[in-house]
């Protein structure tokens, strides 16, 4: 199994650009999760999903938009890119089962370091 | 709203060292509490995770502790090592996806 995998590993954009972040993840889980981590902060929710077709909003959400079209796949989009958005990017999944509250634990990608100009 | 406070956001030991490592939560309905590492330029990886019944997990020379009660984990390095260094966090599992994150305590173990 890959795990979790997220493209690009960098990336460098001009303010109002737009780009898409990608994630994808192999273990057949249910739940996906983009976070941003800022130099000496947590990690901070952007977006969530529950399973394809289901997304919603996490504690930052502003400037970004998701899909899950696939249980695979969960992209993050940029658009208009602002230098508030300079941050690394990380893309978790987890199993997501009800039953499974107290031990179900979220498995990370990479991350994307993202400079915006 | 439950916060993550971790305590300290440096150190540094020589190696050998034990070393114990603070995080607290204001709100105790918890689902469990997780400490990931995080080496430079990269992801987190799950070291331990305790389920909110749980009092103590162990792996290695790993040991967390959690008490909800009063809203603390610790975890604990015996004989710490240089490739021990990285940065550590805990989060807090409040719900089917909430995981509210500390910022981190940055170990530094010197050779």
């Known amino acids: 199994n890959a795990g979790v995998t997220q493209t690009p590993k960098f990336r460098i954009l001009k303010i109002g650009q737009s780009m898409t972040l990608q994630c994808a993840q192999d273990m057949n889980h249910n739940y996906m999760y983009w976070y941003r981590q800022d130099p000496g902060m947590g990690l901070k929710l952007i977006y969530y999903?529950?399973?394809?077709?289901?997304?919603d909003k996490g504690e930052v959400p502003n400037g970004y938009n998701v899909s899950r079209s696939t249980t695979e796949d969960f992209p993050l989009r940029l658009e208009l890119a602002a230098p508030s958005q300079t941050s690394v990017y990380f893309c978790?999944?987890?199993?997501?089962?009800?039953?499974?509250?107290?031990?179900?634990?979220?498995?990370f990608g990479p991350g994307t370091r993202l400079t915006v100009l | 709203k439950q916060e993550v406070t971790q305590i300290p956001a440096a150190l540094s030991v020589p190696e050998g060292e034990n070393l114990v490592l603070n995080c607290s939560f204001t709100?105790?309905?918890?689902?469990?509490l997780q400490w990931f590492r995080q080496d430079p330029g990269k992801g987190l990886t799950s070291l331990l995770l305790?389920?909110?019944?749980?009092r103590e997990q162990t792996s290695g020379r790993l040991n967390a502790s959690l008490d909800k009660s009063s809203g603390r984990s610790t975890l604990y390095i015996a004989a710490s090592q240089p490739g021990d260094s990285a940065t550590y966090l805990c989060?807090?599992?409040?719900?089917?996806?909430?995981?509210?994150f500390g910022t981190g305590t940055r170990l530094k173990v010197l050779a």
């Open positions: 989060a807090a599992k409040g719900g089917t996806y909430k995981y509210i």
């Open positions: 305790i389920q909110s019944s749980q």
């Open positions: 709100d105790s309905a918890i689902y469990n």
């Open positions: 999903s529950v399973g394809a077709g289901i997304t």
């Open positions: 978790a999944s987890s199993y997501g089962s009800l039953r499974l509250l107290d031990t179900d634990t979220q498995y």
